[in-house]
């Protein structure tokens, strides 16, 4: 067996428990073998071949389940810092959709590289990226060697009929022709930007050859109350009753956002078993509201974390993300032990991995070998009463020391094997600043 060894840490198992145990990685099959004595058939034979093949040193080290970055939009690391402070509608139509239409696929590709560049070095091996030039964004996922859910965002407002139809269809291609692509490691879904953004007609349409192609939904739903009160005023019923009208509320879809959702809609989205993914950072800057994390969890709705795009975050550091949804999710409960540690990382993690349908989220004999090391011996993480404490409160991206995916060692002692790092940031920030040029010509 082509064997990879994690030794000397301690791991993060399903349970919550924390041991002191060697993971033992198959890395043809890209999966976790055995961790300390247990197998998969339950037998002690994890430390058998100890001594062949690679070994990565986890001493001092937590091992954790890769992160799941469940909703982002990698590419738009190049608008990091280009327009903040402003509500999500004026931002996107003043700012930011203005300058996505210069964007070329080549300026994607290179985004799409910077942005998984930072998502390695911060543990994360799993993301679903909604945008477009998403062939580029898959030849990224493949060379960088982490996993992803990807489609093309489809927006009809203000295009004439042609043009929309058009849009949609780019989205069915991209959920039909990439999925399966990079050795499986890439799967798609049908991507309709938001309820409001995408007209009746195109979203029936688009549902349903999505059902036939066995493709997931994914959309932004229920972000700001300026998205919801046209939909109950036009329609009569709220943004999630709406989705399940359009058959878009199935067990393999997941929803961005849920942050102005009533108890109706949590309902129907318990009842539906669709995600919703948690994007706090992105909630909190752009004023969007407080979504209700810890009513969601009770009502049984699986709940995922996403950084949103770098230019509403502004960076993909799903670390920040587990802070901040604890803390926010207190402050929307009024009750300091809502949205505990160990129910933020569980989002991070199992909940990303669920919620987007991906291999991942758990070390144990027969999962998917994702994993990162988060190294513990810093003055910031001193002392360790409580290792996943530290992961949602006191822990960065920075302090990861090895990301591993699919069997495969992506970083390092936090150099980045698959990318060349400083080749990545150099043609990324020219081609931001290229971009801004073309935008004020
Ligand atoms: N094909 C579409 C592109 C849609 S991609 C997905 C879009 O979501 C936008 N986006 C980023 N963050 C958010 C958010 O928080 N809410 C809504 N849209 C966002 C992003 O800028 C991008 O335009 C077109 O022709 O414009
Ligand atoms: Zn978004």
């Not at 990698?74 to 402003?86: F, N, P, S, V």
């Not at 994914?218 to 709406?242: C, F, M, Q, S, W």
Request: proline share 4%.
């Amino acid at each position: 067996m082509n064997t990879l060894r994690v030794t000397g840490g301690r791991v993060l198992r399903p349970d919550g428990r924390v041991t002191e145990s060697d993971v033992t990685i198959d890395r043809d099959a890209g999966a976790i073998v055995a961790v300390g004595d247990e197998t998969a058939s339950g037998g002690g034979t994890g430390g058998s071949d100890a001594g062949a093949g690679e070994t990565l040193d986890a001493d001092g080290g937590l091992v954790i389940p890769g992160l799941v970055n469940a909703h982002t939009h990698a590419a738009m690391t190049l608008l990091r810092g280009y327009a903040d402070d402003k509500p999500l509608d004026p931002w996107l139509r003043e700012d930011i959709w203005p300058a996505e239409a210069e964007l070329t696929p080549d300026d994607i590709e290179t985004g799409a590289e910077l942005g998984v560049l930072e998502m390695i070095r911060s543990g994360t091996t799993a993301f679903a990226d909604m945008y477009f030039a998403m062939d580029r964004v898959a030849d990224v996922v493949d060379r960088a060697g982490l996993r992803a859910r990807l489609g093309h965002g489809v927006v009809t407002v203000g295009k004439d009929d042609r043009d929309a139809r058009a849009d949609v269809e780019e989205s069915l291609r991209v959920a039909r022709e990439l999925d399966g692509a990079a050795d499986g490691r890439v799967r798609t879904a049908f991507m309709p930007h938001s309820l409001t953004t995408v007209g009746e007609e195109f979203l029936r349409e688009g549902v349903a050859a999505a059902r036939e192609a066995g493709v997931p939904v994914h959309l932004h739903a229920n972000e700001t109350a300026d998205e919801v009160d046209p939909i109950v005023e036009e329609r009569g019923e709220r943004p999630i009753a709406y989705a399940e009208d359009l058959d878009a509320l199935g067990p393999d879809d997941f929803f961005a956002h849920g942050v102005h959702v009533d108890d109706s809609e949590i309902g129907r989205l318990a009842d539906a078993g669709t995600a919703v993914v948690h994007c706090p950072a992105s909630n909190m800057k752009l004023a969007s509201g407080m979504a209700p994390v810890q009513r969601l969890r009770d009502a049984g709705v699986t709940v995922a974390l996403g950084t949103d795009g770098a230019a509403s975050n502004n960076d993909l550091d799903v670390f920040d993300e587990m802070r901040d949804a604890a803390m926010l999710g207190k402050l929307a409960a009024d009750d300091a032990s809502a949205v505990p540690a160990e129910a933020v990382v569980e989002m991070a993690t199992a909940g990303g991995a669920e919620a987007l349908g991906l291999p991942g989220g758990r070390i144990e004999p027969g999962a998917a070998a994702d994993l990162a090391v988060v190294d513990l011996d810093a003055p910031h993480l001193t002392p360790v009463h409580d290792p996943v404490s530290h992961l949602a409160y006191a822990a960065r991206g920075s302090d990861v020391r090895h990301t591993v995916c699919d069997g495969e060692v992506l970083m390092r002692d936090r150099e980045v094997l698959t990318l060349d790092a400083d080749a990545v940031q150099e043609r990324a920030a020219e081609a931001a600043s290229d971009l801004v040029d073309r935008v004020e010509e």
